[in-house]
């Protein structure tokens, strides 16, 4: 449909739309809102960053009544999810009566439970603490008509399906649910097929293009020792433009290695990681989304939903352990047709990764010159030697006991666990032998 007006939502609704300044639908919006009012359940797949996230609020919240315990149900894979969806479902709720519940590990429990029972119409959280809060009873699902999973593939993935299939117990069968993400996988759409009654199977765009196209994807190879020269000279090239962007590191470690390596470089950037304490990592999100300009060094926690306006440049200092992961990455930047940059670090032994990100994401990554000689071999290792001196306790690397990334992973790889592929093709040949 060409216009919210069309879809016969409430005026609250239009009002609020139109003080977000949402003027038409997206085309994931106009296609998926009116099968969502009419009952389907839906499984959508549409690109990152073309506004997915009001395409199930909005019928939820047209359709949700007030009352006591949640009408509806939304659950992501990470908190700065979370927290972002809160967001976004209270700026679309501001005129109606809807109460709404976001909940995630890392903090204290108490405003949660007393939120939830104050009333909540729609909770919002991550699976740990979902299934916490249900099984102190404070969280009754009794009465949830709609079920989202936001990241979908994400959350059917190996290292969350047990949570998710605990929650849909908790849930009535008499629901509606809906899947939604930027990827899929066949053997994630057999899950799906389980949990689902008959799913509208909403794929926007050519099946074949999975990345945004507003995107430049550029790379080097380098030996393993150049890596930290060749991302300090692709820095130094593009200070002069204000760009702001995201680092990707593969561990914990590796984050917080790269962060003392740029700050003895004379940057300052900002760090995230689920090993840090729950309020480090809001300081972090809160700032980085009010500068104009800057770097945050990440783990994979950063690299699905989040949608932080005017990122320029995505780096791969770390080659992400799925093209999966690569497509999600670099859609944190050009998101609702802006451009995008994206620069990937290839260490001489990984050439086999490059093919398989440009063949699985359809996409021809140009080789970038940077310069490796100007910073030298900087010895990495040293770096690692200084933060893991630091390590626990040290409240930029947070503290083990809070170690909390919501049962999501375990270790210092974040957030992937490997399963199949999207349409059932298979990788030329395995990764993670690392
Ligand atoms: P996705 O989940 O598909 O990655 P988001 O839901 O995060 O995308 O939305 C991406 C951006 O687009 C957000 O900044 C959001 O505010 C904006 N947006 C979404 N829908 C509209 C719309 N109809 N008109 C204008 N901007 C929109
Ligand atoms: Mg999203």
Excluded: C, W
Aim: hydrophobic share 35%.
């Amino acid at each position: 449909m060409e216009s919210f007006e069309q879809m016969g939502l409430s005026q609250n609704i239009l009002s609020a739309l139109k003080a977000m300044k949402f003027d038409k639908p997206t085309e994931v919006q106009g296609t998926a809102i009116p099968e969502i009012l009419n009952g389907r359940d839906v499984y959508v797949r549409s690109k990152t960053g073309t506004g997915k996230t009001a395409a199930f609020l909005i019928p939820i919240m047209q359709q949700a009544r007030p009352g006591r315990d949640p009408a509806a149900l939304v659950v992501v894979p990470t908190r700065e999810l979370a927290l972002q969806i809160d967001g976004v479902a209270k700026k679309l709720a501001a005129n109606t009566r809807l109460h709404i519940t976001t909940v995630y590990g890392g903090v204290s429990l108490n405003p949660q439970i007393d939120s939830l029972e104050a009333g909540t119409d729609l909770l919002i959280g991550t699976p740990g603490r979902i299934i916490d809060l249900i099984e102190r009873g404070a969280a009754r699902l009794e009465e949830v008509r709609f079920l989202v999973l936001d990241e979908a593939d994400m959350m059917l993935d190996m290292g969350f399906i047990d949570d998710i299939e605990y929650i849909l117990r908790s849930v009535p069968a008499e629901r509606q649910t809906m899947l939604f993400s930027a990827t899929s996988r066949k053997e994630i759409l057999d899950i799906a097929d389980k949990h689902m009654r008959n799913p509208y199977h909403l794929s926007i765009g050519p099946d074949d293009e999975l990345v945004v196209t507003t995107i430049k994807h550029t790379y080097t190879i380098v030996p393993n020792t150049k890596k930290v020269s060749a991302l300090l000279s692709y820095l130094k090239a593009r200070t002069g433009e204000s760009s702001k962007s995201i680092i990707f590191a593969r561990t914990q470690m590796a984050a917080s290695a790269l962060y003392e390596a740029l700050s003895d470089f004379g940057m300052k950037p900002l760090l995230l990681h689920g090993g840090m304490t729950q309020a480090r990592r809001e300081k972090t999100m809160r700032q980085f989304k009010t500068e104009k300009s800057g770097i945050m060094i990440a783990t994979n926690v950063a690299a699905r939903g989040l949608d932080i306006s005017n990122i320029t440049d995505i780096i791969n200092f770390d080659v992400p352990d799925d093209p999966i992961v690569y497509i999600h990455r670099v859609g944190r930047s050009a998101r609702m047709g802006k451009d995008g940059r994206a620069f990937t670090i290839f260490s001489t032994d990984q050439v086999r990764e490059l093919k398989n990100i440009e063949y699985y994401s359809n996409i021809k990554m140009e080789r970038e010159h940077v310069d490796t000689e100007e910073f030298g071999n900087v010895s990495f290792g040293k770096y690692f030697q200084r933060s893991r001196g630091r390590g626990a306790g040290d409240e930029r690397y947070g503290n083990r006991r809070s170690a909390g990334h919501d049962r999501q992973s375990s270790g210092g790889r974040e957030g992937y666990r490997r399963s199949g592929y999207h349409d059932g093709r298979q990788p030329r040949r395995n990764y993670g032998r690392r």
